[in-house]
C-alpha cells in the first residue's frame, strides 16, 4: 500500500486510490463540484486542484492516482492560488443573485465561494445567459446557474442507464440540455436536484416555497416498494415540503426513486381525510370519533352476532405500518375471524410457508454474477433495485429474463423469453427442464416437465445459471399477482435449487414482508383476498386501501362491495370510499405517524412523525387499539407505536428473520394451458401503487402516468384488429369492460394487451392477467 | 529529388513530379522500398525504434515530443489490439502542411502509417482528417484505394503474412479535436473533448486500447528514415532537431506557402525563400509556430534559427512550423483580439479556466480594440491568463494565453497606447 503525505499527515492507502480518496481519509476536505463518489470521474471543474511535490503544475485531487512517497499540499500557496483562480472563473458567468435562487443557502458554490471567492468581481464584462430548458413536471431548471460540472449527464449515463441530459455546444456555449427537445422520463431522474451542486436543477414542485434554514430535516423511509429508501421529510409549519434522500449504503445507497422523491405532495391532497363521517341513510355526516368508533364496533358485533365471524372480511394495505398490521390482525383474530389479507392485488392467495423476501441483502444484488427475473417490470416496480442490477450488468454480470413484455431495462440482457402470461410457467418450465437435461435435480417438479421441449433460449438461460458463482433467481409482482403464481414459485424454487441460485422475492410494498411476519394472513380455516372478493362478505373492514384500484379482480370487487352490509375503511384519503363505506376512520400517512416498514431484505425500519396528523386524524395504530378496547378484547393497552412494535416483533428484526422463508407450497404443477384470443398484462404502474403515489400531481404528470393511461399493443395486432393507433378502443373482459386511448408497443409479447391494473381508466375491468378482447369504437 | 538519394526534402520530393500523388510516382523513386526491407526482412521493432530514436525525430504536430520515445511507451506483449492513429486535424491558424502531404504524397504517409503499425504491433490505423478539408480528404482515400489494390494494405501485405489496415475519419472542423484525446474521443464518436490523463493513449487510447498518435508530417518523415538510416536523418538538422520541416509561411511575404528545410537553418533564409516582407514595409513581428505560439519582435526572431531549441531559447516555440509573419502596417491589439477570439471559440468548454477565462480574455481585449480600454486592463489579462495557465485538461487554455501574454509583453506601449487615445497609433 502506497505511503503518502497530505497536509504533513502521513497515511497508508490502498493502491489506485486517488488524492481524494486519501484526502477524505485523512478527514482533509478538498473543495470540489465535478467529483461525486458514486460517478465517474471528469476532473472538469478543476476546483481540486491541489499541489504535489515534483508536480510541476497544480493537479486535480479526484483524477490524480496516489504513488509510493507522494507529498501533497492541498493548502499550499500553489494550491490556494489555482483554487481561487477557478473559483474566480466560476463565478464570472455565474448569476451572484443567491437571494433570488432556489438553490440559496444548501448551494456548493456558494458554500465555497465563502471561502475561496472574491469580495467583489473583478469581471466587468456581459454574463452569459443560458435559455432555461422544459425537463418534465418533477426538475425546474434555471440553466444560466449551470456550472457544467457534468454531474447530471454523468448520472444518466451511469446510474440510470439513459442519458436523458447531454451537454451539447462547445465552450461558453455548452449546455447541459435534454435531447431533441424532449423531456427527462426516467424513474430516478430526481436525483439530478440533488447532484446538481448549484441552482441550475431544482425541484419544481418545491420550488420558491421555504429556504433550506427554515426546514426541519426529519428522517423516515419511503413508503413504496420493498426497498424502503431512507428520506428526509423537510418540514416548515407542519407541513412537509420536500423529501431528500439520507445516505444508507446498504439500502438506498445516495439515491431515490422521483416515487419517493414526490408522493409528499399527496399528503396535502385536496380529498384528505380530516374527520371521521358515517352514513346515515344517504347522508353521510362528520361525527367526533367516539361515536364514529361506536358505530364502527357496534356495527361489526351485529354482523358477528347474527352472522358469525366468518362473515366479516379483513383486508389491509400492505403499505401500512408493521404496527399497523400487527394490530389488524390482531383485531380480526379477536373477534374471532380469519379472512384476513394484505395482498388484494393477487389472484392466488394460497398460503406459503412463510414471509417471502429478497431471499439476500439488498447490497449483494451488485455483486450477483447471473441473474433470472421471472415476471417483473422491474424498472416501474423497483427502481433503485433495477439501477443495482445495472450496475451488476456493468461489472460483467449475466440478466435473463422471462416475462410478458421486452421492455427496457436499461442494460444488457443476456438471454430472454417473452411470452404471454399464461406462456410464463411454461417458459420456466423449459428452463427447468434444460436444467434436468444437464444433469441437474429439479426435485418435486422434475416429472411435470419431463415432457416439455426446450427452446434455444430458455437452454441458453440454463447454461448462464449454471456458470457464475454468484446467482439469484428473483420473482416479480407479475409473478406475484399471477393466477398461477404458484406455479411460478414452484418451478422458480426448482430452477433456483438446480443451479444453485438463491431464489428471491422482489418484494414490491412498503411493509408486505412485515404483514406477513406478523400474521396479516388468512387463518387456516380463512379466506385470502381473492377468495373473500369471489365469496363477497356480509361486512368488510379496509386499511389503506382503494379497493376499486388495489383489488386484482376490480369488477368482481365492485360486486363484493356492493352486496356487503358494511363496510368500515380506515383511510388517509377519501377516494370513492363514499360510495361503498358506511364508517370512514381517517387515518394518517406514514409521515403523521410512528411506526416501522420491513423491507425486502427484512430490515426493520423505523421512523417518526414527521408532521402532526392533519385534522382530526389519527394513526391507524392508535385507532386500531381503540376500536380493540371497544370491542372488550385482550391485549390493546398500548401507548406507544414503539411498545406495538415489541408486542409485534418481540425480538426486533430477529422475530422477522425467523419468519422469512421462500419455499414454494408443495403440491403438483398446473402447467396453465394457453388462454385463447388476447390476454391483458395488467401491472401495477409506477405511480399507482398506493395512495400517495397516486395523489402526487406531479407524478402524476409524467411519461410513466400517461402511458398507464394507454392500452398498448403490438403493431401487427393493431392491424390485424383494423385499429388505429391514437384512438380510443374498447377492452373487454369478462366481467367489465373500458375505453382507453390505444398505444403500440412492440416489444410486448404476441397475443398480449398491455391495460394496467390499479387504474382509474381500467376500474371496470376484470382479472389483470386474464383474456381480453379489443374492439372498435 | 526521390527517396533513392538522401536529400532535404523529406516529405514534398513528388511536388517535383506530374502526378505527385500516384502511386506510380512515389515506387517509381523508392516509394514503399523501406517497408518491403523491413517485411522481407522481419525488421526487429527495437531496430526500427532505435533508428527513430537516433533520427531525433520530433512531432511535427506542434509538441516536439522525440517520436522515437514516445514510441517506446507502447507496451510490448499486450495481448489485445493496439492502434496507431496519425493527426491530421490540422486546424492552428496559420498551418497548412500536413494538408500538402494528403494531396501530394500520401503515399509515403501510408508507407510510415505502415512501419508504424508494423513497430508498434498495432491492428489498424486511423488517419483524422480535419474536418474542413475536402480535396485532401478525396486524395488520401484515394491513394487508400491504390495501395490496397497493390496489395501494401489488408490481409497479407506484400506476401509477409501481416495484415494492417487503414482508414480515413473526417472530423467536423473543431480546432479541439486536434488535442490527441479529444481526436480519439471524436474517432469513437463522442463529442471531441480532451481526456485527463493519466492514463495516456500509450496504455488507455483509442476504445481503451493502447494508441500511439502521430501528426501527419512525423509519420510521413518515417519512411526516409527507414531508407536512409537515423544518423542520416539527424544530420539533415542538429542534434537534438533531427531532419527537414515543412514551415508554413503566411503573412506579409511575397510568396506565402509551404518550404521545406534543414531545422537549424536561419529564419532569414526562410524569409528570403518566402520572398520577403512586402516592398514598403519591414518586418515587425513573426509568430514563428502557429497561432498559439508566442509572438516575437523583428530583431529577436531575425536572429534565431528554425529549430525547437533556437526558438524555444528565444521564448516562443517551434510549434507546427506555422510562420506568421506581420509587418509594420499590423495592429497588434487587433491582430490579438483575433487570436483571441478564436481560442475563446474554440474551447471545448469542458472545464472551467479555459471555458469562461477565454472568454474574459477575449473581451477584454475587444474592449480595448474597441476604445474603451481601461489603464488596469493589461495587468489583469496577465493574471487572468496565469489562471488559466497550467490549471485545465489539456493544453488549449496555455495556447490561448501563449498569445496574450506575449503580445502585450512584447507590444505593451502599442496597447496603452489603445487604452489612452481609444485608437490605433498604426493609423487604423
Known amino acids: 500500500m502506497p505511503l503518502i503525505e497530505i497536509d504533513g499527515q502521513q497515511l497508508e492507502v490502498a493502491a489506485g486510490s486517488t488524492v481524494m480518496d486519501a484526502a477524505q481519509r485523512a478527514g482533509i476536505y478538498i473543495p470540489h463540484f465535478c467529483y461525486h463518489k458514486k460517478l465517474s470521474i471528469a476532473a472538469n471543474c478543476r476546483m481540486c486542484l491541489v499541489e504535489v511535490e515534483k508536480a510541476p503544475k497544480p493537479l486535480p485531487a479526484c483524477a490524480t492516482p496516489v504513488t509510493d512517497g507522494m507529498k501533497v499540499s492541498t493548502r499550499s500557496a500553489k494550491a490556494i492560488t489555482a483554487q481561487k483562480g477557478v473559483m474566480e472563473f466560476l463565478l464570472i458567468n455565474h448569476p451572484l443573485d443567491c437571494p433570488i435562487c432556489d438553490q440559496g443557502g444548501e448551494c456548493q458554490l456558494q458554500d465555497l465561494a465563502v471561502g475561496y471567492g472574491g469580495s467583489a468581481s473583478k469581471y466587468q464584462e456581459p454574463k452569459r445567459v443560458v435559455k432555461d430548458k422544459d425537463l418534465g413536471p418533477l426538475i425546474a431548471t434555471d440553466m444560466t446557474r449551470c456550472i457544467h460540472c457534468s454531474r447530471c449527464v454523468r448520472f444518466g449515463q451511469e446510474i440510470a442507464g439513459l442519458m436523458e441530459l447531454g451537454m451539447p455546444g462547445r465552450g461558453e456555449h455548452t449546455e447541459v440540455m435534454p435531447f431533441l427537445e424532449t423531456q427527462v422520463s426516467h424513474e430516478l431522474s430526481g436525483n439530478v436536484i440533488d447532484l446538481c451542486p448549484v441552482g441550475a436543477l431544482t425541484s419544481k414542485p418545491f420550488r420558491f416555497s421555504a429556504r433550506p434554514w427554515e426546514l426541519s430535516r426529519r428522517r423516515s423511509v419511503s413508503p413504496h416498494d420493498g426497498l424502503g429508501a431512507n428520506l428526509a421529510l423537510h418540514v416548515m409549519n407542519n407541513r412537509v415540503l420536500r423529501a431528500t434522500p439520507v445516505d444508507n449504503e446498504a439500502v438506498n445507497e445516495c439515491w431515490l426513486a422521483d416515487r419517493d422523491r414526490f408522493s409528499y405532495q399527496a399528503l396535502t391532497a385536496e380529498d384528505r381525510l380530516t374527520r371521521p363521517m358515517v352514513r346515515e341513510g344517504d347522508r353521510w355526516i362528520e361525527v367526533d370519533w367516539q361515536k364514529a368508533l361506536a358505530q364502527a364496533a357496534g356495527a361489526l358485533k351485529v354482523i358477528r352476532d347474527t352472522h358469525g365471524a366468518e362473515a366479516i372480511g379483513f383486508l389491509a394495505s400492505p403499505h401500512q405500518t408493521v404496527e399497523e398490521h400487527y394490530l389488524f390482525a390482531k383485531l380480526a383474530q379477536g373477534l374471532g375471524c380469519e379472512n384476513l389479507d394484505h395482498r388484494l392485488d393477487q389472484a392466488d392467495c394460497s398460503a406459503l410457508p412463510g414471509a417471502p423476501w429478497l431471499g439476500m441483502p439488498v447490497a449483494e444484488l451488485d455483486g450477483l454474477d447471473r441473474v433470472l427475473l421471472i415476471g417483473s417490470t422491474l424498472r416501474k416496480e423497483q427502481p433503485l433495485i433495477a439501477q443495482r442490477l445495472r450496475q451488476a450488468v456493468k461489472r460483467g454480470a449475466q440478466l435473463n429474463v422471462v416475462h410478458a413484455v421486452d421492455d427496457d431495462l436499461l442494460c444488457k440482457v443476456t438471454h430472454k423469453l417473452i411470452t404471454r402470461p399464461s406462456g410464463l410457467a411454461r417458459a420456466l418450465a423449459e428452463i427447468a427442464r434444460a436444467l434436468a437435461e444437464a444433469g441437474r435435480d429439479l426435485g418435486s417438479v422434475a416429472a411435470a416437465v419431463a415432457g416439455i421441449a426446450v427452446s434455444d433460449e430458455a437452454r441458453a438461460i440454463a447454461a448462464s445459471l449454471l456458470s457464475g458463482e454468484r446467482k439469484a433467481v428473483l420473482l416479480g409482482a407479475v409473478a406475484r399477482q399471477h393466477p398461477h403464481r404458484v406455479d411460478l414459485h414452484r418451478l422458480a424454487e426448482a430452477i433456483a435449487g438446480a443451479s444453485g441460485a438463491t431464489l428471491g422475492v422482489l418484494v414490491d410494498s412498503a411493509d408486505a414482508v412485515g404483514a406477513a411476519a406478523v400474521g396479516c394472513l388468512p387463518g387456516p380455516r380463512g379466506l385470502g383476498a381473492a377468495a373473500m372478493v369471489a365469496q363477497p362478505r356480509k361486512a368488510y373492514v379496509l386499511l389503506g386501501i382503494e379497493p376499486y384500484l388495489d383489488a386484482h379482480d376490480v369488477a368482481a370487487m365492485r360486486r363484493a362491495l356492493e352486496s356487503s352490509e358494511l363496510v368500515i375503511t380506515l383511510s388517509a384519503f377519501k377516494g370513492a370510499a363514499q360510495h361503498y363505506a358506511q364508517v370512514i376512520l381517517p387515518v394518517v400517512p406514514f409521515a403523521e405517524t410512528d411506526g416501522a416498514f420491513v423491507n425486502m431484505e427484512g430490515r426493520v425500519q423505523n421512523f417518526r412523525a414527521a408532521v402532526k396528523p392533519a385534522g382530526e386524524s389519527r394513526p391507524a395504530w392508535k385507532v386500531l387499539r381503540v376500536l380493540g378496547n371497544l370491542l372488550g378484547l385482550e391485549g390493546f393497552a398500548f401507548d406507544t407505536a414503539e411498545a406495538v412494535r415489541q408486542a409485534a416483533l418481540p425480538d426486533g428484526e430477529a422475530s422477522v428473520r425467523a419468519r422469512l422463508d421462500n419455499r414454494a407450497p408443495v403440491g403438483e404443477l398446473l402447467l396453465q394451458a394457453a388462454v385463447d384470443g388476447l390476454e391483458r398484462l395488467g401491472e401495477t404502474p409506477i405511480y399507482q401503487g398506493d395512495m400517495l403515489a397516486r395523489r402526487a400531481p406531479a407524478l402524476q404528470a409524467t411519461r410513466d402516468s400517461e402511458h398507464a393511461k394507454l392500452c398498448w399493443a403490438r403493431g401487427d395486432l393493431i392491424q390485424r384488429l383494423g385499429l388505429v393507433e391514437g384512438q380510443p378502443v374498447r377492452i373487454v373482459q369478462e366481467g367489465g369492460e373500458s375505453v382507453m386511448k390505444l398505444g403500440r408497443d412492440d416489444r410486448l409479447a404476441d397475443g398480449v394487451v398491455r391495460v394496467a391494473g390499479s387504474h382509474p381508466l381500467s376500474s371496470k375491468l376484470g382479472p389483470r392477467y386474464d383474456a381480453a378482447r379489443l374492439e372498435k369504437m | ?428
Not at chain 2, 213 to 225: F, G, K, V
Request: aromatic share 10%.
Open chain 2, 1 to 428: 529529388m526521390s527517396l533513392n538519394v538522401p536529400n532535404h526534402k523529406v516529405c514534398s520530393w513528388t511536388q517535383d513530379y506530374d502526378q505527385p500523388a500516384s502511386l506510380a510516382t512515389y515506387t517509381a523513386h523508392g516509394g514503399y522500398e523501406a517497408l518491403r526491407k523491413i517485411l522481407a526482412e522481419k525488421t526487429p521493432a527495437e531496430d526500427i525504434i532505435a533508428q527513430v530514436k537516433t533520427s531525433a525525430l520530433r512531432g511535427r504536430g506542434g509538441a516536439g515530443f522525440p517520436t522515437g520515445l514516445k514510441w517506446s511507451f507502447m507496451p510490448r506483449g499486450y495481448a489485445g489490439d493496439k492502434y496507431v492513429v496519425c493527426n491530421t486535424d490540422e486546424g492552428e491558424p496559420g498551418t497548412f502542411k500536413d494538408r500538402d502531404i494528403l494531396l501530394y504524397n500520401p503515399h509515403q504517409l501510408i508507407e510510415g502509417m505502415l512501419i508504424a503499425g508494423y513497430t508498434l504491433g498495432a491492428k489498424a490505423g486511423y488517419n483524422y482528417i480535419h474536418g474542413e478539408i475536402f480535396e485532401q480528404y478525396e486524395s488520401w482515400q484515394q491513394a487508400l484505394e491504390e495501395a490496397r489494390a497493390a496489395g501494401f494494405l489488408g490481409k497479407n501485405i506484400l506476401g509477409s503474412g501481416w495484415d494492417f489496415d487503414l482508414f480515413a475519419h473526417h472530423g467536423y472542423g473543431a480546432y479541439i479535436c486536434g488535442e490527441e484525446t479529444a481526436l480519439l474521443e471524436s474517432i469513437e464518436g463522442k463529442k471531441g473533448q480532451p481526456r485527463f490523463k493519466p492514463p495516456f493513449p500509450a496504455s488507455f487510447g483509442l476504445y481503451g486500447k493502447p494508441t500511439t498518435i502521430n501528426n501527419t508530417e512525423t509519420l510521413a518523415s518515417i519512411p526516409w528514415i527507414m531508407r536512409f538510416g537515423g544518423q542520416a536523418f539527424l544530420e539533415l538538422g542538429k542534434p537534438n532537431n533531427g531532419g527537414s520541416k515543412l514551415f508554413s509561411v503566411s503573412g506579409h511575404v511575397n510568396k506565402p506557402g509551404n518550404y521545406e528545410v534543414r531545422l537549424g537553418t536561419p529564419f532569414a533564409e526562410l524569409l528570403e525563400m518566402a520572398g520577403g516582407v512586402r516592398a514598403g514595409h519591414s518586418l515587425k513581428a513573426v509568430i514563428p509556430g502557429g497561432s498559439s505560439a508566442p509572438v516575437l519582435p523583428a530583431d529577436v526572431m531575425m536572429a534565431c534559427t528554425l529549430d525547437f531549441d533556437s526558438i524555444a531559447k528565444a521564448g516562443s516555440m517551434l510549434g507546427s512550423g506555422a510562420v506568421i509573419v506581420m509587418d509594420d502596417s499590423v495592429c497588434m491589439v487587433k491582430a490579438l483580439e483575433r487570436l483571441s477570439y478564436f481560442y475563446f471559440e474554440e474551447s471545448c468548454g469542458q472545464c472551467t479556466p479555459c471555458r469562461e477565462g477565454t472568454g474574459w480574455l477575449y473581451r477584454i481585449v475587444h474592449r480595448i480594440e474597441h476604445g474603451q480600454g481601461r489603464p488596469e486592463d493589461l495587468d489583469e489579462l496577465l493574471r487572468i491568463g496565469r489562471n488559466i495557465g497550467g490549471n485545465t485538461i489539456c493544453a488549449l487554455g496555455e495556447a490561448a494565453v501563449g498569445p496574450v501574454a506575449s503580445f502585450v509583453k512584447h507590444f505593451r506601449q502599442e496597447f496603452e497606447y489603445h487604452i489612452e487615445n481609444k485608437r490605433c497609433m498604426v493609423g487604423h
